[in-house]
T-cell receptor
């Protein structure tokens, strides 16, 4: 599977600030780009996802920006709160016929929101 | 909650042993996937089952095998355990209408 590169590895943001996490992919066959949030001792939980036919998707305080030509996508968390402190993973997969294949994950970003 | 449960929560085995991990997913979710998450890393795709047949596999050796049952439960079996198999093993079931994968809380496997 092609790699998905995620940055930064760790991020500290003040409460109320904007958290930005970036990902880049290589495989142009990828057709589905989700972001997952993971708290210690828990499994990843889907936060927001995008397909390449749109350049931006917003859900509440969370926004995905997608640049197909650059093969990059990013997660923006507006008005960051201490409860957002977690590890965030970007991922990508191919939509093949009847469904998606396995997800290819980035290595994760450990986000800390300081009060 | 995602509706995906896994058992056991924690497990300790010794090198060379065999282990079976279990997952129960939601009714109607016909696809189940298993992932391995090493400490400090992102999950890595092991394989996927659709209607009880394996239909996708990541870069894992044949000693990693699985089963899916008609009652939306599944198993991950690992033979000849190695120290590097120590990880969090995640099960995910897919809601086909939205193509969304819902993860369980995982089983923490330690190989000594």
């Amino acid at each position: 599977q092609q790699q998905v590169k995620q940055s930064p590895q760790s991020l500290i943001v003040q409460k109320g600030g904007i958290s930005i996490i970036n990902c880049a992919y290589e495989n142009t066959a990828f057709d589905y780009f989700p972001w997952y949030q993971q708290f210690p001792g828990k499994g990843p939980a889907l936060l927001i996802a995008i397909r390449p036919d749109v350049s931006e998707k917003k859900e509440g305080r969370f926004t995905i920006s997608f640049n197909k030509s650059a093969k990059q996508f990013s997660l923006h968390i507006m008005d960051s709160q201490p409860g957002d402190s977690a590890t965030y993973f970007c991922a990508a997969s191919m939509y093949s016929g009847g469904g998606a294949d396995g997800l290819t994950f980035g290595k994760g970003t450990h986000l800390i929101i300081q009060p | 909650e995602t509706g995906v449960t896994q058992s056991p929560t924690h497990l300790i085995k010794t090198r060379g042993q065999q282990v079976t991990l279990r997952c129960s997913s939601q009714s109607g979710h016909n696809t189940v996937s298993w992932y391995q998450q090493a400490l400090g890393q992102g999950p890595q795709f092991i394989f996927q089952y659709y209607r009880e047949e394996e239909n996708g596999r990541g870069n894992f050796p044949p000693r990693f095998s699985g089963l899916q049952f008609p009652n939306y439960s599944s198993e991950l079996n690992v033979n000849a355990l190695e120290l590097d198999d120590s990880a969090l093993y995640l099960c995910a079931s897919r809601e086909e209408s939205t193509d969304t994968q819902y993860f369980g809380p995982g089983t923490r496997l330690t190989v000594l």
